[in-house]
Protein backbone atom coordinates (compact mmCIF):
# COMPACT_ATOMS: atom_id res chain seq x y z
CA UNK A 1 0.00 0.00 0.00
CA UNK A 2 1.26 2.63 -1.10
CA UNK A 3 1.28 5.75 1.35
CA UNK A 4 0.88 9.57 0.85
CA UNK A 5 4.17 10.23 1.69
CA UNK A 6 5.49 7.84 -0.42
CA UNK A 7 3.24 8.84 -3.55
CA UNK A 8 4.85 12.66 -3.12
CA UNK A 9 8.47 11.29 -2.79
CA UNK A 10 7.95 9.26 -5.95
CA UNK A 11 6.93 12.51 -8.00
CA UNK A 12 9.69 13.95 -6.46
CA UNK A 13 12.56 12.06 -6.75
CA UNK A 14 11.68 11.34 -10.55
CA UNK A 15 11.55 15.10 -11.40
CA UNK A 16 14.88 15.40 -9.33
CA UNK A 17 16.35 12.52 -11.53
CA UNK A 18 14.96 14.15 -14.63
CA UNK A 19 16.54 17.28 -13.79
CA UNK A 20 20.48 16.00 -14.09
CA UNK A 21 21.99 12.97 -13.96
CA UNK A 22 22.52 10.97 -10.68
CA UNK A 23 23.89 8.65 -9.53
CA UNK A 24 22.31 6.17 -6.99
CA UNK A 25 24.11 7.40 -3.67
CA UNK A 26 22.95 10.83 -4.34
CA UNK A 27 19.42 9.87 -4.68
CA UNK A 28 19.35 7.34 -1.95
CA UNK A 29 20.24 10.59 0.15
CA UNK A 30 17.74 12.58 -1.26
CA UNK A 31 15.32 9.59 -0.32
CA UNK A 32 15.88 9.54 3.60
CA UNK A 33 15.76 13.23 3.28
CA UNK A 34 12.24 12.21 2.58
CA UNK A 35 11.63 10.73 5.64
CA UNK A 36 10.97 7.35 3.71
CA UNK A 37 11.52 3.61 5.28
CA UNK A 38 14.67 2.01 3.94
CA UNK A 39 12.32 -0.62 2.11
CA UNK A 40 10.75 1.98 0.49
CA UNK A 41 13.86 3.58 -0.57
CA UNK A 42 14.76 0.95 -1.90
CA UNK A 43 11.77 -0.14 -3.91
CA UNK A 44 11.96 3.87 -5.31
CA UNK A 45 15.57 3.31 -6.02
CA UNK A 46 14.71 0.05 -8.01
CA UNK A 47 11.85 1.93 -10.32
CA UNK A 48 13.75 4.88 -11.00
CA UNK A 49 16.28 2.12 -12.36
CA UNK A 50 13.93 -0.04 -14.29
CA UNK A 51 12.39 3.65 -15.60
CA UNK A 52 16.19 4.65 -16.60
CA UNK A 53 15.97 7.86 -14.66
CA UNK A 54 18.80 6.71 -13.03
CA UNK A 55 21.81 5.06 -15.02
CA UNK A 56 25.21 4.14 -12.91
CA UNK A 57 27.43 4.42 -15.88
CA UNK A 58 25.80 7.28 -18.25
CA UNK A 59 26.18 9.19 -14.92
CA UNK A 60 29.76 8.59 -14.53
CA UNK A 61 30.18 9.03 -18.06
CA UNK A 62 28.89 12.39 -18.14
CA UNK A 63 30.34 13.07 -14.85
CA UNK A 64 33.83 12.43 -16.47
CA UNK A 65 33.40 14.30 -19.17
CA UNK A 66 31.55 17.29 -17.71
CA UNK A 67 35.02 17.71 -14.93
CA UNK A 68 37.79 16.70 -18.08
CA UNK A 69 35.75 19.11 -20.33
CA UNK A 70 34.48 22.33 -17.70
CA UNK A 71 36.93 21.82 -14.56
CA UNK A 72 39.86 20.23 -16.01
CA UNK A 73 40.61 17.34 -14.07
CA UNK A 74 42.79 14.40 -14.68
CA UNK A 75 41.83 10.66 -14.95
CA UNK A 76 42.86 10.07 -11.20
CA UNK A 77 41.10 13.06 -9.83
CA UNK A 78 38.02 11.96 -11.67
CA UNK A 79 38.76 8.50 -10.67
CA UNK A 80 38.45 9.46 -6.84
CA UNK A 81 35.72 11.65 -6.94
CA UNK A 82 33.95 8.74 -8.62
CA UNK A 83 34.48 6.17 -6.18
CA UNK A 84 33.95 8.91 -3.85
CA UNK A 85 30.01 8.52 -5.39
CA UNK A 86 30.43 4.92 -4.35
CA UNK A 87 30.61 4.14 -8.29
CA UNK A 88 31.50 0.42 -9.52
CA UNK A 89 35.30 -0.25 -10.89
CA UNK A 90 33.63 -1.20 -14.19
CA UNK A 91 31.38 2.08 -14.30
CA UNK A 92 34.65 4.16 -14.00
CA UNK A 93 36.89 2.45 -16.45
CA UNK A 94 33.58 2.98 -18.96
CA UNK A 95 33.70 6.51 -18.35
CA UNK A 96 37.66 6.88 -17.87
CA UNK A 97 37.60 5.19 -21.24
CA UNK A 98 35.41 7.78 -22.79
CA UNK A 99 38.08 10.58 -22.49
CA UNK A 100 39.79 10.91 -25.80
CA UNK A 101 43.39 10.64 -25.69
CA UNK A 102 44.00 13.62 -27.78
CA UNK A 103 41.77 16.14 -25.97
CA UNK A 104 43.55 15.01 -22.55
CA UNK A 105 46.81 15.48 -24.18
CA UNK A 106 45.92 19.01 -25.63
CA UNK A 107 44.84 20.03 -22.37
CA UNK A 108 47.92 18.81 -20.71
CA UNK A 109 50.02 21.27 -22.51
CA UNK A 110 47.34 23.87 -22.81
CA UNK A 111 47.57 23.85 -18.81
CA UNK A 112 51.35 23.78 -18.83
CA UNK A 113 51.48 26.76 -20.99
CA UNK A 114 48.63 28.74 -19.14
CA UNK A 115 50.87 27.99 -15.53
CA UNK A 116 54.05 28.35 -16.92
CA UNK A 117 53.31 31.54 -18.54
CA UNK A 118 51.69 33.20 -14.68
CA UNK A 119 54.31 31.67 -12.84
CA UNK A 120 57.20 32.99 -14.88
CA UNK A 121 56.30 36.28 -13.55
CA UNK A 122 57.62 35.26 -10.17
CA UNK A 123 59.98 32.45 -10.62
CA UNK A 124 62.91 33.10 -12.64
CA UNK A 125 65.25 29.71 -12.03
CA UNK A 126 63.27 27.12 -14.78
CA UNK A 127 63.56 24.42 -12.52
CA UNK A 128 61.62 25.78 -10.57
CA UNK A 129 59.36 27.36 -12.28
CA UNK A 130 58.88 23.54 -14.38
CA UNK A 131 58.45 21.84 -11.24
CA UNK A 132 56.03 24.65 -9.90
CA UNK A 133 53.68 24.17 -13.33
CA UNK A 134 54.40 19.73 -12.98
CA UNK A 135 52.94 20.37 -9.31
CA UNK A 136 49.84 22.27 -10.46
CA UNK A 137 48.91 19.99 -12.91
CA UNK A 138 49.36 16.58 -11.13
CA UNK A 139 47.22 17.91 -8.55
CA UNK A 140 44.83 18.19 -11.15
CA UNK A 141 44.62 14.82 -11.27
CA UNK A 142 46.79 14.25 -14.52
CA UNK A 143 49.80 11.32 -15.06
CA UNK A 144 52.95 12.67 -13.63
CA UNK A 145 54.52 11.21 -16.77
CA UNK A 146 52.25 12.34 -19.56
CA UNK A 147 52.84 16.40 -17.41
CA UNK A 148 56.69 15.69 -17.38
CA UNK A 149 56.69 15.37 -21.06
CA UNK A 150 54.49 18.10 -21.83
CA UNK A 151 56.62 19.96 -20.11
CA UNK A 152 59.84 19.17 -22.22
CA UNK A 153 58.15 20.25 -25.57
CA UNK A 154 56.08 23.09 -24.36
CA UNK A 155 57.54 26.90 -25.23
CA UNK A 156 56.74 30.03 -22.92
Known sequence: METEKYK???????????????CQQEV??????????????????AWLITENYVNE????ITFAGGKFRIKKWGKFKITQALKQKAISDY???KAIQEIDLEDYLVTIN???????NEYSVRVSNEYHLKNKTAKYIISKGFEPDLVWEALKNVSY
Open 57 to 60: ERFA
Open 91 to 93: CIK
Open 8 to 22: KAKLKIASYCAYQER
Open 28 to 45: RTKLYSYELYRDEVDELI
Open 110 to 116: ELATKKL
